[in-house]
């Protein structure tokens, strides 16, 4: 099992900055990649961004150039940067891991941070 535990939501004017923080703990062998998901009131969950192993950065269109993800391995944890932050970005923001366990990958889904980007 994987235990995610995230931080670093809040709330924040527009051209703001926050970073949130995903810590993952428990049982695994390796991590494959680690990335940030998204849900506003009334939408579905989106992808945000995510990072393997070979630490190569993905983003959705709609954040780049103003989100940075990357990880530290040695700590298990992945940090997603968020700059310039827009009232559009306003989401509580999900941490996910696929990570090995056996023979098996599988994704495990942190609790969830609130970002408010007011306007």
């Known amino acids: 099992q994987v235990q995610l535990v995230e931080s670093g939501g809040g709330l924040v004017q527009a051209g703001g900055s926050l970073r949130l923080s995903c810590a993952a703990s428990g049982s695994f062998f390796s991590i494959n990649y680690m990335s940030w998901y998204r849900q506003a009131p009334g939408k579905q969950r989106e992808f945000v961004a995510r990072?393997?192993?070979?630490?190569?950065?993905y983003y959705r269109d709609s954040v780049k150039g103003r989100f940075t993800i990357s990880r530290d391995n040695a700590k298990n944890t992945v940090y997603l940067e968020m700059d310039s932050l827009k009232p559009e970005d306003t989401a509580t923001y999900y941490c996910n891991v696929n990570a090995r366990i056996g023979e098996i990958d599988a994704d495990y889904w942190g609790q969830g941070t609130q970002v408010t980007v007011s306007s």
């Open positions: 990072i393997g192993s070979g630490n190569r950065p």
